[in-house]
């Protein structure tokens, strides 16, 4: 088992930039492929970024591509989603998910994973 804490959420001007950590603890981290999702009040989590496991790839939603990246340091156990020209449709909870046993066509999808953090709130001001 993995247990995952967030940080580094908060309010941010449109156009600005925040970085998220996500902390693994538990296990050994390499073997997971780890996310970032998102969920607005009244909407359905959604995929933002992930990096596979075995191949390094990196994928991410149309709505972020180009302003988010997502990386990893395996030696610290840390996953990061370095945020870019944040707009106010970015303002969510974001979750940093983990699974052992993701496989690419379902990369995207949140049942795919079956670790998660609590959460932390980034609040994108006009």
């Avoid at 996310?35 to 933002?48: C, K, L, T, Y």
């Avoid at 106010?88 to 998660?116: F, H, M």
């Amino acid at each position: 088992q993995v247990q995952l804490v967030e940080s580094g959420g908060g309010l941010v001007q449109a156009g600005g930039s925040l970085r998220l950590s996500c902390a693994a603890s538990g296990s050994t981290f390499r073997p997971y492929t780890m996310a970032w999702f998102r969920q607005a009040p009244g909407d359905e989590r959604e995929f933002v970024a992930a990096e596979h496991r075995s191949y390094g790839n990196t994928y991410y939603s149309d709505s972020v591509k180009g302003r988010f990246t997502i990386s990893r340091d395996n030696a610290k156990s840390m996953v990061y989603l370095e945020m870019n020209n944040l707009k106010p449709e970015d303002t969510a909870e974001y979750y940093c998910a983990a699974s052992r046993s993701v496989i690419l066509s379902q990369i995207r999808s949140k049942g795919a994973y079956n670790y998660w953090g609590q959460g932390t709130q980034v609040t994108v001001s006009t």
